[in-house]
């Protein structure tokens, strides 16, 4: 489904305030090598990556937006607790933001993601951090900011849902309002089954509704539980509501991919982890059948809205991050960069799916649900983190890479080992768990 085009990215050739830290400094102290390199490669260069995914671009110029901490969007009215940590202000938008100098190997804008910058909690037990996560959770307005850094380095699997509908934004914090609020958004989107997915269609709803029907088969069918009859009818609806609601981009291959770790997660929270299987799933009732279907679908349109132009004509946002990646690793890893680049590979080859899809087709499901934690805990900013993440994942595979040919090289890239990954290695990739 690649398109061709160029892969130059948006951004502009700046130097990070003086005194700035770089990214994963202060977040990931400690970390692995492959987010260890980065980071100080980062710090002696002075700048740091920038992604358009969450620059703030509807923001006004004159009116620079603080973005410290942003969470998803949330419901109307709803607020959060302050958080201490000091403000860093989102640079201004410039109108030249999208002029890219393709020549100037420092093209790096400035931008340090403040969500990056939260401090990395203190490793601890499990059984502490589940008391912290219950004061947190059972406070009449819960802490977001506080939320986010304690489940960035993984939730519990008994509160993951809960921890995902609220850092998503659709969960309200406030207690008071949660039921009536959820309430009335799984109501909307029940509403639209009758309305647009047992109505007529039109001829290009037609066409998008058998895209969906070509790819529900093709839904990580590693996974059982996806190929379920049930599941699979869910998946249908949720697809093609979500494409008669969002024109722009309408259905494009890959987001039915997005929305399995939301399944699986909403379903283990009735069903418990075996439900990765299919087991049980023919026993639940359509009132909770629903509840999973519509959190699906509104955690998947916050998720999705944050990386809207990886969908649009062109797939820009696309091309912009492999470009932010492909300066990346020459930035942090040059061996690699000018092996690749010495056999002719082009990054669109082997990374265009690795953000189309989120590494969803590299990582099997327990291990995407596991660096889902991190990206919803990272809110708007995940986009910019993800491409840290895949640049963290092919320094990993450096020296593999460094030693095959042109066919050797793709073959290994479209088949990476990581079938058998389970949370340490994931968290050797983000957390710093050493190699």
């Avoid at 265009?352 to 596991?370: G, I, P």
Wanted: aromatic share 8%; charged share 20%; proline share 7%.
């Amino acid at each position: 489904m690649g398109q061709n085009g160029s892969t130059q990215s948006d951004g502009r050739s700046e130097r990070a305030p003086s005194g700035q830290q770089p990214i994963f400094k202060s977040r990931l102290p400690g970390t692995a090598k492959p987010v260890r390199v980065l980071a100080k490669a980062l710090e002696r260069s002075g700048a740091a990556l920038h992604s358009a995914s969450f620059s703030g671009a509807s923001s006004a110029p004159d009116k620079p937006k603080d973005v410290r901490g942003a969470s998803f969007s949330h419901p109307p009215g709803e607020n959060t607790p302050k958080s201490t940590t000091p403000s860093v202000p989102t640079p201004p938008v410039s109108p030249d933001q999208d002029k890219v100098d393709p020549t100037a190997s420092d093209n790096l804008a400035t931008l340090s993601p403040p969500c990056f910058r939260r401090a990395r909690p203190v490793e601890e037990s499990k059984e502490a951090k589940v008391i912290k996560l219950q004061r947190l959770l059972s406070a009449s307005n819960v802490d977001l900011h506080g939320l986010c850094n304690l489940c960035w380095s993984g939730s519990p699997p008994d509160y993951r849902a809960m921890i995902w509908r609220l850092l998503l934004g659709y969960t309200p914090s406030h207690v008071e309002r949660r039921e009536a609020t959820m309430a009335r958004l799984r109501k909307d989107y029940l509403d639209c089954v009758p309305e647009h997915f047992d109505s007529e269609r039109s001829d290009y709803e037609d066409i998008q509704w058998k895209q969906i029907v070509v790819d529900l088969p093709r839904t990580n069918p590693s996974v059982a539980l996806f190929s379920h009859p049930i599941i699979q009818e869910c998946l249908h609806r949720i697809l093609y509501i979500w494409t008669i609601r969002h024109p722009a981009t309408g259905y494009v291959q890959g987001i039915n991919d997005l929305a399995t770790p939301f399944l699986y997660v909403f379903l283990s929270e009735l069903l418990g982890p075996g439900v990765i299987t299919g087991e049980g799933v023919e026993t639940l009732d359509k009132a909770s059948l629903d509840i999973v279907e519509a959190d699906t679908f509104h955690c998947l349109t916050r998720m999705l809205d944050c990386v809207q132009d990886n969908y649009t004509f062109a797939q820009k946002g696309i091309q912009r991050k492999i470009f932010d990646l492909k300066r990346l690793i020459r930035r942090v890893d040059a061996p690699l960069h000018d092996h690749l680049e010495a056999q002719n590979i082009d990054f669109l080859q082997f990374s265009f799916r690795w953000m189309n899809c989120l590494l969803m087709r590299e990582l099997n499901l327990t291990s995407t649900v596991r660096v889902w934690d991190a990206y919803v805990s990272e809110g708007v900013h995940f986009p910019t983190f993800h491409v840290y993440v895949c640049a963290a994942f092919l320094v990993h595979w450096s020296a593999n890479l460094q030693a095959l040919d042109f066919a050797g090289t793709m073959t290994f890239l479209q088949h990476l080992p990581t079938e058998d990954w389970k949370e340490d290695d994931v968290e050797m990739l983000l957390s710093g768990v050493p190699v």
